[in-house]
C-alpha cells in the first residue's frame, strides 16, 4: 500500500506564490510516474503536471512558465511550486502516483483559493 499526504494550500492573492508538498509512505519502491491534478468546482478534474522517476516533465499548457513540478526521491516527496497565481488556479489540488499504467493512488486534497 501505498499513502500520499498533501500540504501546502491556502488562501494567497493574484501574482502570489504557493508550493504544495505530497509525502508518500508505505511501498514507496512501488511508485513510478507522479503528478499534481486540480478541481475547480463544478468542473473535471484536469491534470496539471506530471515528473517521472527520471525526472522528465510535462505541463498543462496554462500553467507552463509559472508552475515548476518536482520530485526529491531521497525524503519520498512530490513538489509543486506556484508561481504568478491566477484567480482561475483556484481548486482542489490532488497528488497522484501511478504504480502501473493502469493504476495509482490519491492523495486526499488541498484547498488552494487565489483571491484578492
Known amino acids: 500500500q501505498v499513502q500520499l499526504v498533501e500540504s501546502g494550500g491556502g488562501l494567497v492573492q493574484p501574482g502570489g506564490s504557493l508550493r504544495l508538498s505530497c509525502a508518500a509512505s508505505?511501498?514507496?519502491?512501488?511508485?513510478?510516474?507522479m503528478g499534481w491534478y486540480r478541481q475547480a468546482p463544478g468542473k473535471q478534474r484536469e491534470l496539471v503536471a506530471t515528473i517521472t522517476s527520471a525526472g522528465n516533465t510535462n505541463y498543462v499548457d496554462s500553467v507552463k512558465g509559472r508552475f515548476t513540478i518536482s520530485r526529491d526521491n531521497a525524503k519520498n516527496t512530490l513538489y509543486l511550486q506556484m508561481n504568478s497565481l491566477k484567480p482561475e488556479d483556484t481548486a482542489v489540488y490532488y497528488c497522484h502516483a501511478w504504480l502501473t499504467l493502469t493504476t495509482g493512488v490519491w492523495g486526499q486534497g488541498t484547498q488552494v483559493t487565489v483571491s484578492s
Open positions: 508505505g511501498r514507496v519502491f512501488s511508485i513510478n510516474d
